[in-house]
């Protein structure tokens, strides 16, 4: 899976994910930790940030394979996961075999929780002027792309209903 546009950029670009953020002072902390998911240098406000909220272990070297973030309530972690998550499905080129659907899943401990996500995805989608002629249908559990390969999906971790 790769992108030719890197995270800090698509999250900075008014024409992408910055479109739906605006003001990026107060997403330091979330721009330092999805840059170094994806093992993108980060500057020295960026390193400290990072080091401050992952026990000042080093950033990783390599792309992610899963990120676990625990966090307190209103610190804009469903907010920073809907931007991932419309990375992820619309700017990152994924390895499907034919005829494969992807799925970007935003997953919560409830159907309402992974709802929220959604939205903040669909939201980050509809804002940006490249990006919204990109959504092809929204269903009561799915945002479907026009590229065709990517769906991104509600799921609650608890009991599938």
């Known amino acids: 899976?790769?992108?030719p546009i890197t995270i800090?950029?698509?999250l900075q670009s008014p024409q992408l994910l910055g479109a739906a953020l605006g003001d990026l002072s107060t997403w330091t902390t979330w721009i330092a930790v999805?840059?170094?998911a994806y093992a993108e240098p980060l500057d020295e406000m960026e390193a400290a940030a990072f080091a401050q909220v992952a026990g000042n272990r080093q950033p990783p070297t390599k792309r992610v394979r899963e990120l676990a973030v625990v966090a307190s309530r209103r610190c804009g972690k469903g907010r920073a996961m809907g931007a991932l998550c419309a990375y992820e499905a619309?700017?990152?080129q994924h390895r499907l075999s034919p005829g494969e659907v992807g799925t970007v899943a935003c997953v919560s401990p409830t159907r309402e929780q992974a709802k929220i996500?959604?939205?903040y995805a669909l939201?980050?989608?509809e804002a940006s002027p490249l990006l919204r002629d990109e959504?092809?249908?929204v269903t009561a559990t799915e945002i479907r792309l026009h590229n065709g390969t990517v769906r991104l999906a509600d799921v609650p971790t608890g009991r599938l209903d």
Do not use: D, F
């Open 123 to 125: 939201g980050y989608l």
């Open 8 to 10: 800090s950029s698509a």
């Open 117 to 119: 996500v959604q939205r």
């Open 1 to 3: 899976m790769t992108s």
């Open 135 to 137: 959504i092809a249908e």
């Open 34 to 36: 999805l840059k170094a």
């Open 90 to 92: 619309a700017l990152v």
